[in-house]
């Protein structure tokens, strides 16, 4: 299973950013899909998830200013990020896993088994 990202850029603090994932031979929109990132000298983070009937979750520090949602027609899952800060910056990666809801246990990266490569948002002052 291969999960692409794209999207990631460099943009100002204030600036919005829309990150993709596809599922690479693999119907990734059917299951639990999120998203987390890793932000320099840190650990890896929950973001969002979205799972099989779109029910969504988020991490606290999102504050409203994220959307997930997928489309199944193109097998993308997407990450609409608005007022980015600066402490948003991080390599975002998406994560996948063969259940359809995502449970109480979304955040936990123990739960996915399928992993992106990664995709860079470098947010300025």
């Known amino acids: 299973v291969q999960l692409v990202e794209s999207g990631g850029g460099s943009v100002q603090a204030g600036g919005s950013l829309r990150l993709s994932c596809v599922g690479d031979d693999y119907p990734i929109t059917t299951y639990c899909m999120a998203w987390f990132r890793r932000a320099p000298g840190h650990e890896l983070e929950a973001v969002a998830a979205?799972?099989?009937?779109?029910?969504?979750s988020y991490a606290d520090f999102v504050q409203g200013r994220f959307t997930i949602s997928k489309d199944e027609a193109k097998n993308t899952m997407y990450l609409q990020m608005t007022s980015l800060k600066p402490e948003d910056t991080a390599m975002y990666y998406c994560a996948s896993d063969r259940r359809f809801w995502c449970g109480g246990g979304w955040d936990s990266t123990g739960a996915y088994d399928y992993w992106g490569h990664g995709t860079e948002v470098t947010v300025s002052s």
């Open positions: 979205i799972d099989h009937d779109a029910r969504t």
